[in-house]
């Protein structure tokens, strides 16, 4: 499971690193305002699928690839999240 989400956030570096041309991640990876609407497009669908049961699997699959990208685009990485996570322990 956390390997799957390990190779999103690899493939996501990857992509930046070096573009593929015509590459869907690419495009989010080189234009902050589109990652930031699909992301919030993308929560707001996932909403919608719960409140109606519909698809929610399919969208929250969504919103996790378009915010791993966001964390890309604006150079948030994961370790550091995980660190704060780590601090807000009780």
């Known amino acids: 499971m956390l390997s799957t989400l390990e190779n999103l956030f690899k493939l996501a570096r990857e992509r ?3 573009p593929v041309n015509g590459s869907y991640t ?3 990876l080189s234009d902050k305002s589109l990652s930031k609407s699909k992301v919030l497009e993308e929560v707001n669908e996932l909403i919608e699928a719960v409140d109606k049961d519909t698809n929610k699997i399919h969208e929250a699959a969504d919103v996790l690839y378009h915010l ?3 964390f890309e ?3 948030i990485k994961i370790e550091d999240v995980c660190k704060e996570l780590e ?3 009780k």
């Open 87 to 89: 601090k807000r322990k």
């Open 16 to 18: 930046k690193a070096k």
């Open 26 to 28: 690419n495009k989010l």
């Open 73 to 75: 685009v604006n150079e």
């Open 68 to 70: 791993i990208m966001y």
